[in-house]
Nanobody
Framework: QVLLVESGGGLVQAGGSLRLSCKIS????????MGWFRQTPGNGRDFVSA????????YYADSVKGRFAISRDNAENTVYLQMNNLKSEDTAIYYC????????????????WGQGTQVTVSS
């Protein structure tokens, strides 16, 4: 199983920016497609973004398109989510996940999940 540890969350005012990091480790971590999801108390764990093994292909939920950017540095075993122009509705716990097959937008396409990092955007 892949071990994923998110960091970079925090409190930011609307219009501000944060960059989340997901450190990947584990005996069989390898290089995999990765995704970011977010969860709020009133909603499920929803797709945010994903990227393939080398970062050449990226995918975004409509709600974050143009504001968020996913990237990765495989030499550092890290996936990033740059979040710009944050809005209050972006407030959530953000999780990174290792893709194991299937559509990137589906939660069950991922086999390992991080513990989550809280992002709070104040108005």
């Amino acid at each position: 199983q892949v071990l994923l540890v998110e960091s970079g969350g925090g409190l930011v005012q609307a219009g501000g920016s944060l960059r989340l990091s997901c450190k990947i480790s584990g005996r069989l971590s390898g290089t995999q497609a990765m995704g970011w999801f977010r969860q709020t108390p009133g909603n499920g764990r929803d797709f945010v973004s994903a990227t393939n093994w080398n970062g050449a292909a990226t995918y975004y939920a409509d709600s974050v398109k143009g504001r968020f950017a996913i990237s990765r540095d495989n030499a550092e075993n890290t996936v990033y989510l740059q979040m710009n122009n944050l809005k209050s509705e972006d407030t959530a716990i953000y999780y990174c996940a290792a893709h194991v097959g299937g559509a990137y937008e589906r939660r069950d396409s991922y086999g390992s999940w991080g513990q989550g990092t809280q992002v709070t955007v104040s108005s």
